[in-house]
């Protein structure tokens, strides 16, 4: 047992430093210079002299693995370094933008899960009637409704035309709705696809056939249909937290939600390469936790040894 | 039965996305408004005999950029899977076919990239390369190839098995003959199955990056980015907005179906 876990943590914190080392390389060979940025932004007149000077501060002097060593370590301490825009510390940034995103991520799961949990039982009980059909033809739409596009008929629709919301957030729970919805409704579609054809593989095995020739309730079969596809189910969920962040991204910047999504895009536009590095390393540790547990999970829930 | 329906259905959706296709390569005889010429005097015009679409903030004809727009878009997505079928199928094949060391060691790299979330790497990446449209496509591929590679592993590793290809080891042949004559068609079918079913997901992608700033560069047409620009002035003209977004959506959806009734095909 203790043996299992040591082995799944090493995996995950070779997968992290492979994943930093990834991110550190991409920005030491990013076209543009930070320090020539940063000045210029500060309406500096860039010399060689200035520019150098701006360098050796920002440490870009270095030669690459010590600094690669150097920012890694500093990142396990929880320091991301200091933000080329303005001088403040990376870390208490990305922290407070990833509650925001976290309320939004968390929210808009919920939802999906309740909505496409009960979508995804009827569609199943009655397989191939009116609700089915219907349903299998919504979910097939908003899977490939890409979420900006979504955001945007959304907006048009319910607060221009129809007037019912607010155009920008506020981040009350008006302001949230417009942003859950948008991110909810094509994770809905791939979550009932994926629920629908878990069920229906489990609804095709022996035991269900017995039951159902002994008699038994179908809402006793289906708690027991539902009970053994759990452990798929925490590996879907696992899965769609990585498009769940991507989407966070585009939601936010659409709706001004100041989450972490909205950081990493402020930052890319100054090249403050501090906060996009910790966003990719933040983001890439809890896609790998959330996806180690649902992992975990699953194998608890069917404890049959993988083929 | 059910299989000549499924035939049927991938008929018409197939005469469909080729006349989608056709649509947007011969753009400029559908179109006859150049698509980058601004007009002060038409400025968001509403959609009328001149501007089927209407036009944008800059006057631009929105029907003709939705036309160029589509060529960007679905000429990027196409050449992106073909690039990623192309490798990933080659890296998968020859994981399989060899195994050992080199198998090992690709199939770890393959792992890790499964092992980030794509979405969230894609953005850092194209962010970090400074956008343009080169950028959003390697920023895509870096995970795309996986698929294709895992894919055409898992039917290599099979078809080593069978007779034939034994029956041509006896008979001399060199591992890039087998690979090629014998192992290569057999494998094509799922593994280009699985490049219909990627399109409606990159084009999701290339359009998102598009629409985030980070994909094509300004004036190019491009659906992501006419969304985007035409937002903040949605109000005074929703055409702007609408007729790219209804064309995104018509797209993916068509290439989506394509790819899921090809798939049930197969099952059947």
Same mark, same amino acid.
């Given at each position: ?8 943590? *090493? ?14 390389? *991409? ?15 500060? =309406? ?163 035991y269900v056939a017995g039951m159902r020739g002994r008699g038994v309730k179908t809402g006793y079969i289906m708690f027991n249909v539902i009970r053994n596809s759990l452990g798929h189910i925490f ?6 937290? =990585?498009?769940?962040?991507? =989407? ?12 972490? =999504? ?19 390393v933040i983001m890439g540790t809890i896609y790998l936790i959330i996806n180690q547990i649902a992992d975990v999970l699953s194998h608890r829930l069917d404890p049959r040894p993988e083929s | 039965m059910?299989?000549?329906? +499924? ?9 469909? #996305? ?12 559908? /179109? ?24 944008? @903030? ?15 878009? $679905? ?34 790299? /393959? ?40 894919? %055409? ?9 069978? /007779?034939?290809?034994? %029956? ?17 068609? @057999? +494998? ?5 199955? @699985? ?41 005074? %003209?929703?055409? #702007?907005? +609408? ?8 797209? $993916? $959806? ?15």
């Amino acid at each position: 047992m203790i043996k299992k876990v040591l082995k799944r943590i *090493l995996t995950l914190v070779v997968i992290l430093v492979i994943l930093s080392f990834f991110v550190f390389a *991409l920005m030491y060979i990013a076209p543009g210079d930070p320090a020539e940025k940063r000045l210029t932004s500060q =309406g500096v007149a860039v010399t060689k002299k200035v520019l150098d000077a701006e360098r050796e501060r920002l440490g870009l002097m270095k030669p690459f693995l010590v600094r690669y060593g150097e920012w890694l370590f500093s990142i396990i301490r929880g320091d991301f370094g200091i933000s080329f825009k303005d001088d403040m510390p990376v870390a208490p940034k990305l922290l407070q933008g990833l509650g925001r995103t976290a309320v939004l991520a968390l929210t808009s799961l919920a939802v999906s899960l309740i909505t496409s949990f009960l979508f995804a039982v009827a569609s199943v009980l009655k397989k191939d009637g009116i609700a089915d059909r219907i349903i299998k033809v919504f979910s097939f739409v908003s899977n490939s409704l890409p979420n900006f596009l979504i955001s945007v008929l959304l907006m048009y629709f319910l607060c221009i035309k129809l007037k019912l919301f607010p155009v920008i957030a506020k981040g009350d729970l008006k302001g949230l709705l417009l942003p859950v919805l948008s991110l909810s409704i094509p994770m809905i579609g791939r979550f009932i696809r994926q629920m629908r054809a878990e069920f229906l593989s489990e609804m095709s095995k022996d035991y269900v056939a017995g039951m159902r020739g002994r008699g038994v309730k179908t809402g006793y079969i289906m708690f027991n249909v539902i009970r053994n596809s759990l452990g798929h189910i925490f590996t879907i969920i696992a899965l769609q937290t =990585g498009t769940l962040m991507g =989407g966070s991204v585009v939601i936010e910047t659409i709706f001004r939600w100041p989450g972490i =999504g909205k950081l990493v895009m402020d930052s890319i536009t100054a090249r403050d390469y501090p906060v996009i590095m910790g966003f990719v390393v933040i983001m890439g540790t809890i896609y790998l936790i959330i996806n180690q547990i649902a992992d975990v999970l699953s194998h608890r829930l069917d404890p049959r040894p993988e083929s | 039965m059910k299989k000549k329906k +499924l035939k049927a259905k991938i008929i018409i959706l197939s005469v469909l #996305a080729l006349l989608l296709l056709l649509m947007t390569c011969f753009a400029g005889l559908v /179109a006859k408004n150049d698509p980058n010429a601004t007009s002060a005097a038409a400025i968001r015009t509403a959609p009328c005999a001149d501007y089927p679409f209407g036009t944008d @903030n800059l006057g631009r004809c929105v029907f003709s950029r939705v036309l160029y727009g589509g060529r960007t878009t $679905i000429t990027a997505t196409f050449f992106l899977v073909a690039v990623s079928f192309a490798a990933g199928t080659l890296i998968g094949m020859i994981c399989g076919y060899h195994g050992g060391i080199i198998d090992g060691i690709l199939m770890r790299i /393959a792992d890790i990239m499964l092992a980030f979330p794509q979405m969230v790497v894609a953005i850092a990446v194209a962010g970090i390369l400074g956008g343009g449209m080169k950028g959003a496509m390697i920023a895509l591929g870096i995970t795309m190839w996986v698929s294709f590679a895992r894919l %055409a592993r898992s039917h290599t590793f099979s078809l080593k098995k069978e /007779a034939f290809i034994k %029956a041509a080891l006896i008979a001399g042949k060199g591992d890039i003959y087998i690979i090629i004559v014998h192992i290569l068609p @057999n +494998l094509l079918a799922p593994v280009l199955t @699985n490049a219909l079913t990627q399109i409606g997901t990159t084009m999701i992608g290339l359009s998102g990056l598009s629409f985030l700033g980070l994909g094509v560069v300004p004036p190019t047409a491009e659906w992501g980015s006419m969304i985007s620009e035409g937002r903040a002035y949605i109000q005074i %003209a929703p055409w #702007a907005v +609408l007729y790219p977004a209804l064309a995104t959506l018509i797209t $993916i $959806i068509i290439f989506n179906c394509l790819g899921d009734a090809v798939m049930d095909y197969r099952e059947a």
